[in-house]
């Protein structure tokens, strides 16, 4: 169900959002609240402490942002490039979520080496493919999908990280400062934004696979 289109809007990313994916995007960010909620009172602060239960949700939702966009640039050749990158980016993100992870089990490597085997090549098929780059780039952000993305990044990146900062918040509650504080704070900005990215890179895929279905 969706809200009728204005008169000579036919561009998928300029129609009004459909009423269902208001409600699951809703429906999700509620639910994430809660578990996280509901998650703490089991673990308590551990929750948000290094391999915990929150990071790997954190993981999964990235790894599943990535699946999402190379499922659609196998089916979606004008956006091919532009979706395998973003992929790259989310998968890059995974990685770092579980560093630990990886400095555990190749110490002498750490997570460098995964990190760095997608993001070179990611670099240069992004150089060798600009031509055809940039116009997919402006397309992303000609649709409504971008703007939740790009806010979501800035919720789970600088947000989080400055708001959760320790010296900050150390010096804004003084005694009734906690270590763990920070981590709560950085932590849920982070999943709450990886969320809101997953959500927005569904409802873009959705509106490109009916424009390569339609057209």
């Known amino acids: 169900m969706s809200l009728p289109s204005t008169p000579g809007n036919t561009r998928a990313g300029d129609t009004p959002l459909p009423l269902l994916r208001y409600f699951i995007f809703t429906l999700a960010c509620f639910g994430a609240v809660f578990s996280i909620w509901g998650l703490a009172s089991l673990h308590g602060t551990r929750l948000f402490h290094e391999g915990s239960p929150l990071e790997w949700i954190q993981f999964g939702i990235l790894v599943s942002t990535a699946c999402i966009f190379l499922l659609a640039a196998r089916r979606i050749a004008a956006r091919r490039e532009i979706l395998v990158l973003l992929a790259a980016v989310a998968l890059l993100g995974s990685i770092r979520e579980l560093d630990a992870y990886f400095d555990k089990f190749m110490p002498s490597l750490g997570w460098q080496l995964p990190f ?12 060798k493919v600009r031509a055809r780059l940039v116009p997919q780039l402006r397309a992303l952000a000609a649709h409504r999908a971008s703007v939740l993305m790009w806010g979501a990044a800035m919720l789970a990146i600088p947000f989080g990280q400055m708001i ?4 900050f918040l150390e010096s804004l509650l003084a005694d009734n400062y906690h270590r763990s504080m920070k981590r709560i704070v950085e932590e849920s900005s ?3 934004g990886y969320l809101w990215i997953f959500l927005a890179s569904v409802d ?6 009916a424009k390569a279905r339609s057209s």
């Open 116 to 127: 760095f085997g997608i993001g070179v090549p990611a670099l240069v098929l992004a150089w």
């Open 164 to 167: 959760g900062h320790g010296d």
């Open 190 to 192: 982070e999943t709450m």
């Open 204 to 209: 873009w895929t959705l509106d490109l696979r």
